[in-house]
């Protein structure tokens, strides 16, 4: 970390001697100034340095924004620190008495702070900066948020204004919230008068005119009410609960909450999921209700399913005819397919992944593994496989690290499996991970569960093809599951 500050130093230095210094202003006091936006940054808007950096700095990543070229978004870091003690390029309210302050320094979000910013629909809470991003897309359209800069929670204004967003970081100095030269003690007051007068928040003009109210599907935490605990996901505990609704009364629902201590990293990979299940609307797919992202924890709200996970119901009901397995594989299928032709690869279907609805119908659930692929991509490729249902993966993601719609294909000839032997015990019986890794490699399949009707065995040797080109897709599944479902008798296993 040392050596970059350094490097980075070294290279602005440099940049100084290439720059075109300001009268009254040595190249000392300019390579020291506080460089509180990526526009005053001489390395940022220098070509040939920039092009030099690489990925070596991290000045500009959070505190600034750093989007001015693509180059500053790939480094998460530290926001500029380069201080001055004996002059300045304009006035700067992070000075005092000679002091310089740090952005945040004294800058405590208290749950007082808080509440009050919850009052402005500008307010966005922990919404991360890539779909913060999305929503603005005119001059002057502005979001306040929370973000951490150095593991230290503040607040940030992202506007747009020219070609790009920017996020420019709230400071605190005697007292009060500043953005450049204007302070308040309030924040809200602050915000408002810098739209009212029209006051810049960066010298290149850009300032704050339209304020982009919360989604419809971001939910107060004072509307939420936890009861008990369901269940653990990949990323998430997940509760019973109920939510205010807008007629006054309650509705009950899942409640899907972080694991543990919330980093940076865990916020935005749990926001991406709540991202990605709130754009889906399916009868087989578990429906998103809204978020909770003002103030941590960050809660998913998820529709209610009555009568809980899939998987522990067939350990409880090991009675149930084949037609109704049947129609449990069916249901999977027809949300699946919905998943696939939206391009989403699900990475974790399983029996303990669907949940059943009121009328027993099943729906997949837990997206925390689960990506979108985009244009002519097929498949995303993993270099490392961590925290990955290794019963339920292919010979493909094994050997080559790859998921795709197929790969999804072969977990659910699994899922299949498991619903045909009521879950009595997880895919490969008696075996270690090791020994199931060796045995999907080599082309060594699972028995089929007793019991099970011969059309329903075929469907599910052919998820389980070596290639998966030769697997159906999951309209092919749809189908083929159907015309079963609807015999009137099968022969079994």
């Known amino acids: 970390m040392i050596a970059g500050k350094s490097f980075c130093l070294l290279l602005i230095a440099f940049a100084v001697l290439t720059t075109t210094v300001p009268t009254g202003v040595s190249a000392r006091n300019l390579l020291t100034a506080q460089i509180r936006s990526v526009d005053d940054c001489p390395v940022h808007n220098n070509d040939v340095l920039h092009s030099v950096m690489g990925r070596v700095c991290e000045m500009c990543h959070e505190m600034f924004g750093g989007n001015t070229r693509e180059e500053c978004r790939t480094k998460s870091g530290t926001a500029a620190k380069a201080q001055n003690n004996s002059g300045t390029l304009e006035s700067n309210p992070t000075r005092a008495s000679g002091k310089v302050v740090k952005a ?286 290794i019963r339920w993966l292919s010979p493909e993601t094994f050997q080559k690290g790859v998921f795709s719609t197929k790969s999804d294909v072969w977990s659910f000839g699994i899922m299949i499996w498991e619903i045909f032997s009521r879950c009595k015990s997880e895919p490969y019986p008696g075996k270690t991970n090791a020994e199931v890794k060796a045995m999907i490699v080599t082309d060594q399949r699972m028995k089929s569960p007793q019991g099970m009707p011969v059309p329903m065995e075929d469907i599910m040797q052919c998820c389980w093809l070596e290639k998966p080109e030769d697997r159906p897709d999951f309209q092919e599944l749809v189908k083929k599951v159907g015309i079963v479902y609807n015999q009137k008798e099968v022969e079994f296993v």
Request: net charge positive.
């Open 104 to 389: 945040t320094e004294g800058a405590v979000l208290t749950d007082d702070i808080l509440d009050d910013l919850v009052k402005h629909n500008w307010y966005h809470g922990l919404m991360p900066r890539e779909e913060v991003e999305e929503m603005l897309t005119k001059n002057g359209d502005f979001v306040v948020r929370k973000t951490d800069v150095q593991k230290h929670a503040c607040l940030a204004v992202s506007v747009f204004y020219g070609d790009r967003v920017r996020h420019i970081v709230l400071k605190m100095l005697n007292g009060k919230w500043h953005i450049r030269d204007h302070g308040h003690e309030n924040v809200g007051e602050l915000i408002t008068q810098h739209v009212d007068k029209k006051w810049d928040v960066q010298k290149d003009g850009a300032h704050l005119i339209n304020a982009i109210p919360r989604p419809d599907y971001y939910i107060l935490h004072e509307h939420v009410k936890l009861e008990q605990k369901l269940g653990s996901g990949n990323f998430g505990d997940v509760f019973k609960g109920t939510m205010k609704i807008p007629t006054g009364g309650r509705e009950a629902v899942a409640v899907k909450i972080l694991k543990g201590v919330m980093g940076k990293a865990e916020r935005i990979k749990f926001m991406k999921e709540a991202s990605l299940t709130r754009k889906f609307n399916h009868t087989n797919i578990v429906q998103m209700l809204g978020v909770a992202a003002q103030q941590e924890p960050i809660m998913i709200i998820l529709e209610h399913a009555p009568n809980g996970s899939l998987n522990k119901y067939l350990q409880k009901n090991a009675d149930l005819d084949w037609k109704t397995l049947v129609k449990f594989v069916l249901d999977g299928a027809e949300g699946m397919f919905y998943l696939s032709s939206r391009h989403v690869i699900h990475r974790d279907i399983a029996a303990r992944n669907c949940l059943l609805g009121g009328s027993n119908e099943v729906k997949i659930s837990d997206f925390g593994l689960s990506v979108a692929v985009e244009g002519t991509q097929h498949q995303v490729k993993e270099s490392r496989l961590k925290n990955v249902p």
